[in-house]
Structures are given as structure tokens and as C-alpha cells.
């Protein structure tokens, strides 16, 4: 008598992260499910949870305290302002081949398919280092070591909730509240229209002062590299790093070359 061979894996057994989840196919409750379990919210929870043990064992004054996390709520959107338009969108990480690695992961990726859920998350070793040197200094000065503690925390957590907004933008719902909805449209024109500015995810301040700030129908044509950020066929014969690893570039519609690969056409 045969054996009958196993039957094969079913996908949707797999562990949570071993596969792929994309925004728009996602509903709210699914997403909240999601973003607890992925490894960076984790890390963002756990390293805030020392800051408080750190602030506990060598605790700054109640002022200091709260003047340390002031100020780092109001550092945290210029300091992600600047990064997202002058590091993320800047056309000088790709040309450095060491640096190309982490355009591609940390932003790249995520305009190549902006619902795509597990590039939309930070990488660590480029979010908290920044997020350290951006506010526990200014927390140290205003508070010593508690004040540092209390600092990095607030940007922790403001990252926190950063990542999450960030994700509702990309989720296919329309917001109840009207702020909300704003926010959404303005980061979708971003993504979808002109990637040349709406640089903030939860705070259009800072776009507003740099002149960056626009709605839809202020800019009556879109951009032509929404997509690959200027990272084109031209540019890559140049500087071919984040071609290679990413298997070619794309410039279309996300969803439109999903649908071209599946019927075998080509971008």
C-alpha cells in the first residue's frame, strides 16, 4: 500500500510575521492585533518601561520632569520633519553603497508599496539611536540623568504612536474624526500624488513654516516618481545598489503591478 504524502502547509498557519499583511486588505481590529505583535512596538514598549524604571532609581524634580517631556514633544516632529525630507527623500543614501541597504528598507520599500505593513515599521538601529540623541540630551540638560530618562521616553512613546497613526493612514477606512481624516488625506497625496512634500505623519506644523505643505489641488500634475523616489532607470545605471536588491524598479501603481505580475505582463 502507498503512502499518501502529507498534506502541504496551509499559509495561514504560518507564524504571524512569517508572512506578508498589507494594509488595505486589513480591518481596524486586525491592525491593532497586528501592530502589538511586531517586534519593533515591542522593543519601543520595553525600552520606554526601563526609561520609567531609570527615571524611578534616579528620578528628576516634578518640573524637570515634566519641562524634560515638553520639550521633547516639541522636538520630536521638526527632528521627523527633517530626517523624512532631507534624509528619507534626500538623493544622497543610495549613492553611498553602504547606506543604500538601509534607503531601501527604511523608505524605499515603503513608497514602492505604502501598505505594505511590514516595511512601514521603522528599522530599530536607525529609529532609536535617533530618537536617543534627539531628546535625551535636551532632557539631560533640563533634568540630569531623570530628565534624560523622562525625555527619551516621551519620544519613544511619541514614536509609538507615530507608527500607528502612520498605519491608519494606509488602512483602508475612512477615519470618524475629521482631524484624523486630514492627516490621512494629506499622507496619502504624499504617496500617491506628489511625494515632494506633506512631510509630517501626524503634524503639517513644520511643512507649513518650510513651504512644503499642499493639498491635492494646488499641484494639477502628478509626480512621476511618487512611486521610486527619484530612484529611476537612469539614476540606478549610476548608482545600481538598490536595483539590485530590490530585482528592478517599479514606478506604477502598486496594486495595478500586483495585478500586471499575476497575469505575467511587465511594470
Request: hydrophobic share 40%; net charge neutral; with cysteine.
Amino acid at each position: 500500500m502507498t503512502q499518501s504524502s502529507p498534506p502541504a502547509p496551509d499559509p495561514h498557519h504560518r507564524s504571524f510575521w512569517k508572512r506578508s499583511h498589507y494594509l488595505d486588505r486589513m480591518t481596524l481590529g486586525e491592525l491593532v492585533s497586528a501592530y502589538f505583535q511586531h517586534y519593533t512596538i515591542m522593543a519601543y514598549l520595553g525600552i520606554a518601561t526601563l526609561c520609567v524604571i531609570g527615571w524611578v532609581l534616579v528620578p528628576a524634580s516634578p518640573l524637570a520632569t515634566l519641562e524634560a517631556i515638553v520639550a521633547a514633544l516639541l522636538v520630536y516632529p521638526l527632528v521627523w520633519h527633517l530626517l523624512h525630507q532631507f534624509v528619507l527623500h534626500g538623493q544622497w543614501m543610495y549613492k553611498i553603497d553602504p547606506l543604500a541597504a538601509t534607503w531601501k528598507r527604511i523608505h524605499y520599500d515603503h513608497h514602492q508599496d505604502p501598505n505594505h505593513l511590514e516595511v512601514l515599521f521603522g528599522a530599530l538601529h536607525t529609529t532609536v539611536p535617533t530618537i536617543l540623541v534627539a531628546t535625551a540630551p535636551i532632557g539631560w540638560l533640563i533634568g540630569g540623568a531623570g530628565g534624560a530618562f523622562a525625555a527619551l521616553a516621551t519620544g519613544i512613546l511619541t514614536t509609538c504612536y507615530y507608527e500607528f497613526m502612520h498605519c491608519i493612514q494606509h488602512l483602508s477606512f475612512k477615519p470618524r474624526w475629521k482631524w484624523v481624516q486630514f492627516q490621512k488625506q494629506r499622507h496619502n497625496e504624499h504617496h500617491y500624488f506628489d511625494e515632494d512634500g506633506n512631510f509630517g505623519i501626524t503634524n503639517y506644523f513644520f511643512d507649513r513654516v518650510f513651504g512644503t505643505f499642499y493639498e491635492k489641488k494646488e499641484r494639477p500634475t502628478r509626480s512621476e516618481t511618487v512611486f521610486n523616489l527619484g530612484y529611476t532607470e537612469e539614476v540606478a545605471a549610476r548608482w545600481p545598489r538598490v536595483k539590485q536588491l530590490s530585482g528592478g524598479i517599479a514606478s506604477g501603481h502598486p496594486r495595478r503591478r500586483a495585478m500586471a505580475e499575476q497575469r505575467g505582463e511587465s511594470d
